[in-house]
């Protein structure tokens, strides 16, 4: 009950791997070239991490495109971080909810556009679907050591866990006493919230992670409940603290962790909720881009990312706050460690990714579109 | 056979002028319009392209979107009754009363539309939210409870609507009634009716076609709002047909055919309504009515003198002054409140916008693309102007409808079709600021041409015919006679399009790249992204930028309007 | 040179679209001649002269000038405006309100890139004939009407053109300036001796200025033929009552009673005139016009008996300088106009007479 779950790479998972790899993707690499990448080059340091990428060839490349699922002031700061660290390389980039984001990549590179380096994921599903159409560059980071394979894809090099971001409840102290706040996810369902309540909208991983996971725990009947509440919904975890600290909203059912440390940290009067049955989070996810503009540029994003020194950038930048799932990662700023956490991840990620359209359509038919 | 060869040399340089720049502007609206509409009627599998299977069942899809449907044609509806009744209001009061202040009064009245309706939206929003709202707030100090406005109801909705995108109304009827004979009302006093009958049996029959005919007009503008809609409708789960559509194709896998059958639906209802509209109030032209213009009789109204002026303030004050005023108070607060403690005081709104990368660079993109736009534009559309309205090349009247077409599309709908259309396109545009040039272009054909052809007309063709008789060929006169009658109003057409830019929301938000950042989408983005303190602080930046080409419209614009000597 | 035509205008037709403008019109303009295009409006002497200036395009037909076509639908020829070499004045000036009045009239010779010091003296000189010197420097949308008018002339001869065309230039200046202006255009004509196509709806000026007249009507001529002969020997009743006011008589012809060069007419309720044939046939019926000046109003019988009538005063209209009577002769009215005199009371009996020369016979 009290642990973590284990991300599951069955055997079931590791066929399904082996299936894509041999598959012919329609755009990208062969099968053999995918066995031949990644193996040749010895690790170089740089700063205080080791990549397999040509330093001096990413920074001739002097640029570096990222699409990011984060809120705008999240996404410059993850490339914030980059520059100050590799001044030579400038940074550019795309936000759009993961959905959008997905969705923009797809239609790009089927018209043959290829100008991504490095994609941000809020939700595996994506991921996945990616790594199968082959959009991913297969690249094995000298930092993936540092990862638990529950934390790496399958099989390593296509993507990683960037962090973790965990949401709970969170309520704004001056309309719900403590003694009325929610403690449980059930107590969301109560008509005094009718109106009042916040989400996120559908294009949003966790939103996703969400619903598949409280699905699991209290039946199909959950959603369909609070769908009476008729919340709000809103496209950043900015948005609903925004209006929970303004009191536009009374409670937000969706309320991230590293907002809320955020918003507390300018006063405003909200207050968090970790459920005990156990707080819902999905995995940010990082991949280099298959065909990139600039490939040596996007391998070295990738290992400083991994790297120490970016998943520090990561948990410690205001914007972002999230959880590292480094094994040596050290607690985020409030103190807290991600294991002290009971986190609500799918079992199975591959049927969880088939619930898609599934959640599609509820969520969207739940807030009318 | 020197007369035959006289024949052919200058009048090639006409047609080729005329004919490539007609080719330019068929090209841009039409590959757009082919590709939204071979999605609508794609049935076939959405991640295929081109399409395997064409049919109506994506329209069928629709019925099962009926409340969107009804919220367009419920939130378009109120929006232009409120707008025609501001709009004949404010028309009668300035046109027809002797309340003072009635030219600064008539200034006034564009100015809401270009501070664009996003940033009417986002004030309003933080006026008239239900629980944080300002004027909730105050009324709350009062010692009453609950709210008194709601901002994020459909009613709300259409207010901001009407307010900000609706001033084109007030624009149409007054011109309505500056183009009324006096003298047919003072018949009818002569004879002896009273002035009320006068006003109902003789004016308002005159009045009411040109009404109709902005009414017409204004709800089609209103099916295709889209910044009001996003930022007072969304947070309530209100959507209208553009609203639906940029959220779904916002998801993976995007609804992309559905939406274009939305799209195409929604244009076609427009398209319908503005055909109505030239009809009724052109007999058929889009050209400038070029009649003379009346000084109708003002009414003294004496003790009500007053209480007009008191509805002109009370107008300036909700549509300009009250948003303005509500955008920079939030912007130097922590966290926006009507009463803030003296601790809540910050600029570091103002450092945050400046040094966000996004901002400034988006910024500077706008300024650049404004510039472009403006410089291509006028070029490429008083070439368009002069092809449909002076020469006698046939085909202008067909290239009249391609150029106006965009009108009859919601901006969103258009970069849809834009988005797939520069995607398969050989050379790489895609992303980038190109893309956003062709797309403005594209978009402001209408805009353009018809400013430009409203100056063209006024010149008379006899200026020009005379140059021809004095032997002039027709680029020596064109560069001699007609381009310097036309300077000042290429010069407002110059700035109109350098507005028209910067102030773009719905084509710009779809078809932005990574360095293809622009300013009225990021502050959406903001809104998205970051806290509403920092929205209001970008929103502003944006106004002072608006304002300023604003002012120097306005002092063009009035030594243009200045009357002749004789 | 003296007699080949400097404008021919041949069959020329002209439509608005599906509207016939002209509809087959035909004349010629001797070199150094004034020929006037009159008619009401709507009668498409405009669009003939601006199809001359080719700013129309027509239809069918040809036009020449110095004998070489501009225009031929036959031969698929069509001259730009700007090529023809002619020059236009326009019913509203068309002053460059962006130029100074020097530049207005320089205009035309710096298209033609005449050296800058021709083109000051040029345009001094044309300023100098229609007295606008002082005002070289002015600019020109500060002139009043009749100073903008002269300018457009200046503009139109300063480079000599070989052919002038008049476009209701004077329609837009008050009476007296009109008045004052059509003898100085007239002059300047002359000084210049420039052939010129002008277009009046004033029949006065058309009479005033012209060397000879084309009558037109819904897109045909009626008649041609200089002001004195249309005049005095209208063609049909149209041009009769165009041209002056006129009484048209109707009567059966009686061959049995007429003499020498004059025929007789017998009205309906009996009366007889005489009048003349004027070489055109007469049929069964005929109508003689008898201009309202032409009809003399006596107390006393005049002498002699052929043309004179015993009529009744109806009503006297006064005019200043003559008086309109409007009698009643027979079956019929008449309206004399007679010089100023003594009032003549209505009701009176008084003869009426009219020299048989004064009474035309009207062509079928």
Redesign the interface.
């Known amino acids: 009950m009290g642990d973590t779950k284990k991300g599951v790479i069955s055997r079931r998972g590791l066929l399904q791997a082996g299936t894509a790899m041999a598959t012919v993707p329609f755009l990208g690499i062969s099968a053999p070239n995918v066995l031949a990448q990644g193996l040749s080059k010895s690790p170089t340091k740089v700063l205080d991490f080791m990549t397999n990428a040509d330093v001096d060839k990413a920074k001739q490349e002097g640029q570096l495109v990222f699409y990011c699922h984060e809120n705008e002031a999240g996404t410059a700061g993850i490339m914030e971080g980059f520059r100050k660290d590799f001044p030579e390389i400038k940074t550019s980039y795309v936000r759009a909810q993961t959905g959008a984001l997905y969705s923009k990549i797809i239609a790009e590179r089927s018209a043959g556009r290829f100008d991504v380096d490095v994609i941000q994921l809020s939700d595996l599903a994506p991921a996945f679907d990616f790594q199968k159409k082959g959009g991913y560059e297969h690249y094995v980071s000298p930092e993936t050591p540092a990862y638990k394979d529950d934390n790496l894809s399958a099989p390593h090099g296509y993507f990683f866990w960037t962090g973790v971001d965990p949401a709970g409840i969170a309520y704004n102290t001056d309309k719900i006493s403590a003694g009325d706040a929610p403690k449980n996810w059930k107590d969301l369902l109560n008509p005094a919230w009718k109106g009042k309540i916040s989400c996120k909208i559908s294009a949003s991983g966790l939103q996703f992670v969400q619903w598949y996971a409280l699905r699991k725990l209290y039946g199909d009947g959950f959603w369909k409940e609070f769908a009476k509440l008729q919340p709000h919904a809103f496209d950043s975890r900015v948005q609903l603290f925004d209006r929970l600290a303004k009191g536009d909203d009374m409670l937000t059912a969706i309320g991230e962790y590293p907002a809320y440390i955020l918003f507390k940290s300018r006063g405003a009067k909200v207050e968090f909720v970790a459920p005990p049955d156990g707080m819902v989070a999905t995995p940010l996810v990082v991949g280099a881009v298959n065909k990139a503009p600039h490939p040596e540029a996007a391998k070295l994003f990738v290992d400083w990312a991994m790297s120490k020194r970016g998943q520090a950038w990561y948990q410690t930048n205001p914007n972002l706050y999230y959880g590292s799932v480094r094994t040596d990662a050290p607690p985020m700023p409030t103190g807290v460690k991600l294991s002290d956490f009971k986190l609500l991840y799918p079992t199975d990620w591959n049927e969880y990714a088939a619930q898609s359209p599934a959640f599609l359509k509820e969520w969207n038919g739940m807030l009318g579109l | 056979m020197t007369?035959?060869a006289?024949?052919a040399g200058?009048?090639s340089a006409q047609k080729l002028a005329g004919y490539g720049v007609a080719a330019i502007a068929a090209v841009l609206v039409l590959y757009p319009v082919f590709y939204l509409f071979q999605a609508a009627f794609d049935v076939g599998d959405p991640?295929v392209?081109p399409p395997t299977a064409y049919g109506l069942d994506n329209f069928g899809n629709l019925l099962h979107?009926p409340?969107?449907l009804l919220n367009t044609l419920t939130v378009s509806f109120a929006a232009t009754v409120m707008a025609v009744v501001i709009g004949f209001l404010m028309a009668w009061i300035l046109a027809r009363t002797n309340v003072p202040g009635r030219r600064v009064f008539e200034q006034l009245m564009t100015v809401p539309y270009y501070l664009t309706p996003l940033l009417g939206a986002l004030a309003w929003s933080m006026l008239g939210?239900?629980?944080?709202g300002f004027i909730n707030q105050v009324w709350r100090a009062t010692g009453a409870s609950g709210h008194i406005i709601d901002i994020n109801t459909p009613y709300g909705i259409a207010w901001v609507m009407a307010l900000f995108e609706g001033s084109v109304a007030f624009v149409m009827i007054a011109a309505v009634m500056k183009s009324m004979d006096p003298s047919l009302e003072e018949a009818s006093q002569i004879i002896g009716a009273s002035r009320l009958r006068t006003m109902l049996r003789v004016t308002l029959p005159l009045v009411i076609p040109g009404v109709l005919g902005a009414a017409i007009f204004v709800f089609a503008e209103m099916l295709g709002s889209f910044a009001v809609a996003l930022v007072l409708g969304?947070?309530?789960?209100?959507?209208v047909i553009t609203t639906?559509i940029y959220?779904?194709?916002?998801?993976?896998?995007?609804r992309i055919q559905v939406s274009a059958a939305m799209g195409v639906s929604l244009f076609a209802v427009m398209f319908v309504m503005l055909f109505i509209y030239r009809r009724i109030v052109t007999g058929g032209s889009y050209a400038t009515i070029t009649g003379k213009a009346f000084r109708p009789r003002v009414a003294d109204v004496k003790g009500l003198r007053w209480v007009l002026f008191g509805v002109c303030v009370l107008y300036v004050l909700a549509s300009v002054a009250l948003p303005v005023l509500t955008l920079m108070f939030a912007s130097v607060q922590?966290?926006?409140?009507a009463f803030p403690a003296a601790d809540n005081f910050t600029l570091s709104n103002f450092h945050a916008a400046m040094s966000?990368?996004?901002a400034s660079s988006a910024l500077g993109n706008s300024l650049i693309l404004g510039f472009a736009t403006a410089s291509i534009g006028i070029v490429l559309m008083g070439l368009l102007a002069w092809l449909i309205y002076r020469s006698?090349l046939p085909g202008a009247g067909l290239i009249e409808y391609i150029v106006m077409f965009p009108q009859a599309v919601p901006r969103l709908v258009f970069a849809f079709g834009m988005?797939w259309a520069w995607?398969?396109f050989p050379i790489?545009i895609?992303?980038t600021m190109w893309l956003l040039l062709i797309a403005y272009l594209t978009v402001f054909l209408p805009l353009g041409v018809r400013t430009i052809a409203g100056v063209m007309l006024q010149i008379?063709k006899?200026?020009e015919?005379?140059?021809?008789?004095?032997?002039?060929?027709w680029g020596?006169?064109t560069r001699?006679?007609t381009m310097?009658?036309l300077l000042p109003g290429l010069i407002a057409a110059w700035l109109l399009l350098f507005i028209a830019s910067v102030r773009e929301l719905g084509a710009s938000i779809l078809l932005?790249?990574?360095?293809s950042k622009v300013i009225t989408p990021a502050i959406v983005?903001?809104?998205?992204?970051?806290?509403?303190e920092l929205t209001a602080t970008l929103a502003l930046i944006q106004t002072l930028v608006v304002a300023a080409a604003m002012v120097v419209l306005v002092l063009v614009t009035r030594r243009l309007t200045a009357e002749?000597?004789? | 040179m003296a007699g080949q035509p400097h404008i021919e205008v041949e069959s020329l037709e002209i439509f608005y679209g599906k509207v016939p403008a002209v509809r087959g019109v035909s004349f010629t303009v001797q070199p150094g001649e004034q020929l006037t295009l009159l008619g009401p409006s709507g009668c498409g002497k405009t669009t003939t002269l601006r199809a001359v200036a080719g700013l129309e395009q027509p239809a069918a037909g040809e036009i020449r000038i110095g004998g070489a076509p501009v225009y031929s639908s036959a031969r698929k020829i069509n001259v730009p405006a700007e090529k023809r070499g002619l020059s236009m004045v326009f019913q509203s000036y068309a002053i460059w309100p962006h130029m100074t009045v020097f530049e207005n009239v320089a205009y035309g010779l710096r298209v033609r890139r005449t050296a800058a010091a021709e083109i000051t003296e040029k345009v001094h000189s044309a300023l100098d004939m229609v007295q606008m010197r002082d005002f070289a420097a002015r600019r020109a949308s500060q002139l009043s009407g009749g100073q903008q008018q002269r300018v457009a002339l200046a503009r139109a001869f300063v480079f000599q053109p070989s052919v002038l065309l008049f476009d209701e230039p004077l329609s837009n200046l008050d009476a007296k300036l009109r008045a004052d202006m059509r003898i100085e255009l007239r002059d300047l004509q002359h000084r210049l001796g420039i052939t010129s196509l002008y277009v009046t709806h004033d029949l006065e000026e058309a009479l005033a200025m012209s060397d000879r007249i084309v009558v037109m009507r819904d897109g045909l001529v009626e008649q041609t033929g200089t002001p004195d002969e249309i005049y005095r020997l209208p063609r049909s009743a149209f041009v009769a009552d165009f041209i002056g006011s006129a009484n048209l008589i109707r009567g059966r012809h009686r061959p049995d009673l007429g003499t020498g060069d004059l025929i007789a007419l017998e009205t309906a309720d009996g009366q007889v005139m005489y009048g003349m044939a004027c070489g055109r046939t007469a049929g069964a019926e005929i109508i003689f016009s008898v201009r309202t000046v032409h009809l003399q109003i006596s107390g006393e019988h005049p002498p002699g008996d052929k043309n004179v009538w015993p009529v009744r005063v109806e009503k006297t209209v006064f005019q200043g300088d003559f008086s309109q009577l409007h009698v009643v002769w027979g079956a019929q009215r008449l309206i004399a106009r007679c010089a100023a005199m003594e009032p003549i009371a209505p009701g009176s009996e008084v003869f009426m007479t009219v020299d048989p020369r004064r009474a035309v016979l009207l062509g079928a």
């Not at chain 2, 959220?247 to 995007?254: A, S």
Request: with cysteine.
């Open positions: 007369a035959a006289a024949n200058p009048v991640q392209r979107y409340q969107i939210s239900p629980e944080s969304s947070p309530n789960r209100y959507y639906a959220q779904l194709i916002q998801q993976y896998p995007p922590k966290i926006a409140t966000m990368n996004a006698r988005m995607l398969v790489p895609y992303g008379d006899s200026l015919e005379c140059a021809q008789m004095c032997g002039a060929s020596f006169r001699t006679v310097p009658l932005m790249g990574p360095h983005e903001s809104w998205f992204g970051t806290a509403s002749p000597v004789d």
